[in-house]
T-cell receptor, first 113, second 115 residues
């Protein structure tokens, strides 16, 4: 079945770059997503990438997709304390139908001053 | 401002009680979802509905049921709550149109504790 894996924890200093990694198993992915969950809140879509793209940049965020290795990463430049949150990657695949997403385990990012 | 609301932020129930979690969305979305979130396990899909009165089991439906009588409302029911159902429950909705990235919009979550 579909499986999406992430490391559980990442700690960085304010001003550094953060890189959050994700691996997935289903090669029929159509879209891949990064969601952010701030403390006490639901998830909010940060960015997404279509499966025929290698890279997408959106202000401080850079998404890299390596389809051969089934690897997705999110780079946050100039990380701020307000970026402290849990980050989930998710995929939408032909196998799961177009309506459902498969989420990873989430990576807790802690940004220290 | 688009919104998904959940009836309670925090809920404490006793083992064996019947529990109702309500979710309402104002975006006229066809799809609605119930997830549970546990540390180290991420989000796991319990049930999903793609239309009124329609439902589909997710990855962990055991011990849960759902009801969708109106398009904007999706209820999660714990028929007889157990301590292993203590968790954060998240509701989400999305449009049925598959022609774009099809964002799921999430509610703030209900933290349920079963004693």
């Amino acid at each position: 079945g579909e499986d999406v894996e992430q490391s559980l924890f990442l700690s960085v200093r304010e001003g550094d770059s953060s890189v959050i990694n994700c691996t997935y198993t289903d090669s029929s992915s159509t879209y891949l997503y990064w969601y952010k969950q701030e403390p006490g809140a639901g998830l909010q879509l940060l960015t997404y990438i279509f499966s025929n793209m290698d890279m997408k940049q959106d202000q401080r965020l850079t998404v890299l997709l390596n389809k051969k290795d089934k690897h997705l990463s999110l780079r946050i430049a100039d990380t701020q304390t307000g970026d402290s949150a849990i980050y989930f990657c998710a995929e939408r695949t032909l196998n799961t139908g177009f309506q459902k997403l498969v989420f990873g385990t989430g990576t807790r990012l802690l940004v220290s001053p | 401002d688009v919104k998904v609301t959940q009836s309670s932020r925090y809920l404490v129930k006793r083992t064996g009680e019947k529990v109702f979690l309500e979710c309402v969305q104002d975006m006229d979305h066809e799809n609605m979802f119930w997830y549970r979130q546990d540390p180290g396990l991420g989000l796991r899909l319990i049930y999903f509905s793609y239309d009124v009165k329609m439902k589909e089991k997710g990855d962990i439906p055991e011990g849960y049921s759902v009801s969708r009588e109106k398009k904007e409302r999706f209820s999660l029911i714990l028929e007889s709550a157990s301590t292993n159902q203590t968790s954060m429950y998240l509701c989400a909705s999305s449009s049925i149109w598959t022609g774009s990235y099809n964002e799921q919009f999430f509610g703030p979550g209900t933290r349920l504790t079963v004693l």
